[in-house]
């Protein structure tokens, strides 16, 4: 949204046109919201998934570059959550604001797991990656290696037609439940 700056005060016409207008947007709210959660309903029906739709998450797989393959090959695109282990496989426990993160999830992302897993793997290299990855930049950036071994990261995805939907969604939840974002989605 542009913000317009004046060198003069609004006339009585324009003032009582933008104040019709504000309290419009006011009434329409709660509509907007409700065809916002009915998209994100209709997204997670149309969903693809292991089960004919259903919505399940994937085993989680390492993210260390001596892993065989991408374990996102070839699936299309979807929604991704990293996690950090311990050396047991454990995940590593986050504090939140509002809680401990058990699950140590320290990013969620979308968009195609091909490619976006593969970028993700260069994490565990001791060079910088090919390509740009938030939570690459931010590992660096803020020496996340302080909460453990980046060789220890894990993947977890869920394919859907509707990726970045999902992805708010589940950024939403999480903020919910934990008070903040996680650590690598945390904009700068």
């Known amino acids: 949204m542009k913000r317009i700056i004046r060198d003069r005060k609004l006339t009585p016409e324009e003032a009582a046109k933008y104040n019709a207008i504000r309290e419009q947007v006011e009434r329409?709210?709660?509509?907007?919201?409700?065809?916002?959660?009915?998209?994100?309903?209709?997204?997670?029906?149309?969903?693809?998934?292991?089960n004919g739709g259903s919505r399940t998450?994937?085993?989680?797989?390492?993210?260390?570059?001596?892993?065989?393959?991408n374990p996102a090959q070839n699936l299309g695109t979807g929604v991704y959550r990293i996690r950090l282990?311990?050396?047991?496989?454990?995940p590593v426990t986050i504090p939140r604001a509002l809680g401990v993160d058990a699950d140590g999830i320290i990013y969620i992302g979308a968009g195609n797991l091909c490619d976006r897993i593969?970028?993700?793997?260069?994490?565990?290299?001791?060079?910088?990656?090919?390509?740009?990855?938030?939570?690459?930049?931010?590992w660096r950036r803020f020496d996340l290696s302080r909460l453990g071994d980046r060789r220890r990261l894990q993947v977890q995805f869920r394919i859907c037609k509707n990726e970045f939907l999902e992805e708010q969604q589940e950024l939403?939840?999480?903020?919910?439940?934990?008070?903040?974002?996680?650590?690598?989605?945390?904009?700068?």
């Open 118 to 138: 593969g970028i993700l793997m260069d994490i565990t290299r001791d060079e910088p990656p090919k390509e740009f990855h938030n939570l690459a930049t931010t």
């Open 57 to 69: 998450w994937s085993e989680w797989f390492s993210l260390d570059i001596k892993s065989p393959r």
């Open 28 to 50: 329409e709210k709660p509509e907007i919201t409700a065809r916002i959660r009915d998209r994100v309903a209709a997204a997670r029906r149309t969903e693809i998934g292991d």
């Open 85 to 90: 282990t311990d050396s047991t496989g454990t």
């Open 172 to 188: 939403v939840d999480y903020k919910t439940r934990f008070g903040d974002m996680p650590v690598g989605n945390v904009k700068l």
